[in-house]
């Protein structure tokens, strides 16, 4: 049998095989890390949107944009299916990697976690990727530089070389694409913040309906929110007992958050933009269904809320 590919295998394959895509821009910093620029000078592209949510998930999920409707309109959703949604969600693609280097910010997702494995799910999953590069995804409205390269190569003990980055800002079209993307990756991480065991989960598939880009990122980020928080629906395929998924399920979807029920961006403002002071519970799908495969049992929580949608959306 043929062994499998690391994380960071499979996202470098997957750069090297789009890096034609329209509406990209690459380029080599002086200490050789490469930059490729999907939205900050550049346009962008769909396809440049699908690039980087597919090495966000380290390409161990299919993602793709669909027709879908919103309170009855036509509207287009991204789509995600993955057969490993452990590794594809909560090792490459949660955006857990806060980098800061002097007045540089940027939320970083992609296999280049799990090679540095500083955040504390790495330690309680017990999960560390040995890899030859660094492949990562930079949320943000500014290029690194060799700074920001030196910093993420130091933590990951290689040369700054060895680094890849995918830039772009939440609004733009790409990065409002790899945000929206994150449905199964928000189940799967509240999951796992509830204490569920993210082992049982063997496959997953969510949707979520992709927004209009934001004339700004503060917008962009009420906006790509809302699309998950109130239109995210999503589908896992778990194994195990059903009474443990009885009694968590009714606290995964966003409607178990006590601020619940108005677009993210008042709910930002009203926690003076600081995401941890906002109820960890709204930070997940608007809807989950649990298949079991063991026992052949189903079960259903939350729904989508058109009517915010349609407030964050302009529609």
């Known amino acids: 049998m043929a062994t499998r590919n690391s994380l960071t295998q499979s996202a470098q394959a997957v750069v090297e095989q789009h890096l034609n895509c329209p509406g990209i821009q690459r380029t080599q910093l002086a200490n050789g890390a490469r930059v490729i620029d999907a939205g900050v000078t550049q346009p962008g592209s769909i396809e440049a949107g699908l690039l980087l949510a597919r090495v966000c998930l380290s390409g161990r999920a299919d993602?793709?944009?669909?027709?879908?409707?919103?309170?009855?309109?036509?509207?287009?959703?991204?789509?995600?299916?993955?057969d490993e949604p452990l590794s594809a969600c909560l090792f490459s693609q949660y955006a857990g990697w806060r980098i800061s280097v002097g007045k540089y910010f940027a939320m970083g997702s992609g296999p280049m976690r799990?090679?540095?494995?500083?955040?504390?799910?790495?330690q309680k999953m017990e999960y560390r990727e040995t890899a030859y590069a660094i492949v990562g995804v930079l949320e943000t409205g500014k290029l690194p530089d060799e700074a920001v390269a030196d910093y993420l190569a130091d933590r990951c003990k290689m040369s700054p070389a060895s680094v890849t980055l995918l830039v772009a800002p939440t609004a733009s079209v790409?990065?409002?694409i790899q945000v929206v993307a994150r449905s199964v990756e928000t189940a799967m991480h509240?999951?796992?913040?509830?204490?569920?065991?993210?082992?049982?989960?063997r496959h997953g598939f969510g949707?979520?309906?992709?927004?209009?880009?934001?004339?700004?990122?503060l917008a962009g980020i009420g906006r790509t929110n809302d699309a998950i928080l109130y239109g995210g629906r999503v589908t896992l395929w778990v194994?195990?007992?059903?009474?443990s998924i009885r009694e968590l399920g009714p606290k995964v979807p966003s409607s178990a958050a006590n601020c619940y029920g108005k677009p993210f961006i008042?709910?930002?403002?009203e926690a003076n933009h600081d995401f941890y002071k906002i109820d960890p519970l709204l930070?997940?799908?608007?809807?989950?269904?649990?298949?079991?495969?063991?026992?052949?049992?189903a079960f259903r929580f939350g729904s989508v809320n058109h009517a915010v949608l349609r407030t964050s959306f302009g529609v």
């Open 283 to 297: 930070f997940s799908p608007a809807e989950i269904v649990f298949h079991n495969v063991e026992t052949g049992s």
């Open 239 to 243: 194994t195990g007992d059903d009474e």
């Open 114 to 122: 799990a090679v540095a494995a500083r955040e504390e799910l790495f």
């Open 266 to 269: 008042d709910i930002f403002k």
């Open 174 to 176: 790409a990065g409002t």
């Open 207 to 217: 949707s979520a309906p992709l927004p209009p880009v934001a004339k700004d990122d």
């Open 190 to 201: 509240k999951l796992f913040e509830l204490g569920f065991d993210v082992r049982r989960v």
């Open 63 to 82: 993602v793709r944009v669909t027709q879908g409707l919103v309170d009855g309109i036509g509207w287009p959703h991204v789509e995600v299916t993955t």
